[in-house]
């Protein structure tokens, strides 16, 4: 039943909502725009404030949705499967030959559906962060970073131990981006890269 429910999951967080939403609105192909990635971030590079709000709703829609599915019919244990499987199919959709996003709307959804507070508190770092500097990457890197603490403060130990997995997987979709950090060329929220 768990490999069912990953599996399920995986598929629904494979779908590339950027790259579906662009195309829908004749922004052209979101992979030869910006970074290339296939989030709400780049989607934003486009110009379009509806289309990247569109992408991130979806994109944190799917990682919620996997989770309160897969909790409602089969229990705690596979909502958390359906959480992790949604945000690697995110980052890894089988539609775009394994090339996706850097998961960070995904993982939000997976939290914020997971445990709301351990979630808000996730979403409120990356707000400040964005705010405080305007690099969506960086505020990403600080929020999924921080995570399996937060976890830890609402005494969800499991919880962390999967956080620590995302994060990881986060920080690694990152790298690039981790590399401009240390470098100051980092693009800001907004402006093309």
Known sequence: MLIAVAIVSFLLGSVPFG???????????????GSGNIGATNVLRTGSKPAALATLVCDVGKGAAAVIVAR??????????????????HCYPVYLAFRGGKG?????????????????????????????????????????????????????????????LMAAVIFLRHKANIIRLMAGTEPRIGKGK
Not at 19 to 33: C, E, F, K, N, P
Not at 74 to 89: E, K, M, N, R
Not at 123 to 151: E, K, M, N, Q
């Open 104 to 164: 960070v709307a995904t993982f939000l959804g997976t939290v914020l559906a997971l445990v709301w507070p351990i979630g808000l508190a996730v979403c409120a770092t990356w707000i400040a962060i964005a705010a405080a500097t305007r690099i969506s990457s960086l505020a990403a890197l600080v929020a999924a970073g921080l995570s399996p603490i937060y976890a830890l403060m609402f005494g969800s130990q499991a919880l962390a131990a999967g956080l620590v």
């Open 72 to 89: 409602l019919l089969f229990g705690d244990t596979a909502g958390q499967v359906a959480g992790v499987a949604a945000f690697a199919g």
């Open 19 to 33: 790259l579906v939403i662009t195309r829908a609105m004749g922004l052209g192909d979101l992979r030869q725009i």
